[in-house]
């Protein structure tokens, strides 16, 4: 089983900067792709950010480009979020969300319990 936690949110003025953290444990999963999505009140979920085990690449939505980085520290098995430049539109729940394939082949796919950013004056 895999499980991931995630920290970090909370209240920041427009203009500020969040990190997010995502904690993996359980589970090792031998290629995988870990990322953000994140959701919005009455909007649906949409991928924000993900990097690959494979090869380090990164994805990152156009909204956040420039703004967000992504990161990861394989030593403490846990994805970071920085975020700076926030805006009012960045508010969400943000989701931790890994897939991927074991060793022995299993595919895995987890989601975190989410952590809240408000940006608001």
């Known amino acids: 089983q895999l499980q991931l936690v995630e920290s970090g949110g909370g209240l920041v003025q427009p203009g500020g900067s969040l990190r997010l953290s995502c904690a993996a444990s359980g589970l090792t999963l031998d290629m995988y792709t870990i990322g953000w999505f994140r959701q919005a009140p009455g909007k649906e979920r949409e991928g924000v950010s993900s990097?690959?085990?494979?090869?380090?690449?990164?994805y990152y939505t156009d909204s956040v480009k420039g703004r967000f980085t992504i990161s990861r520290d394989n030593a403490k098995n846990t994805v970071y979020l920085q975020m700076n430049s926030l805006k009012p539109e960045d508010t969400a729940v943000y989701y931790c969300h890994e897939k991927g394939f074991t060793r022995e082949s299993r595919y895995l796919e987890e989601w975190g319990q989410g952590t809240l950013v408000t940006v608001s004056s």
């Open positions: 990097i690959s085990s494979s090869d380090g690449s990164t």
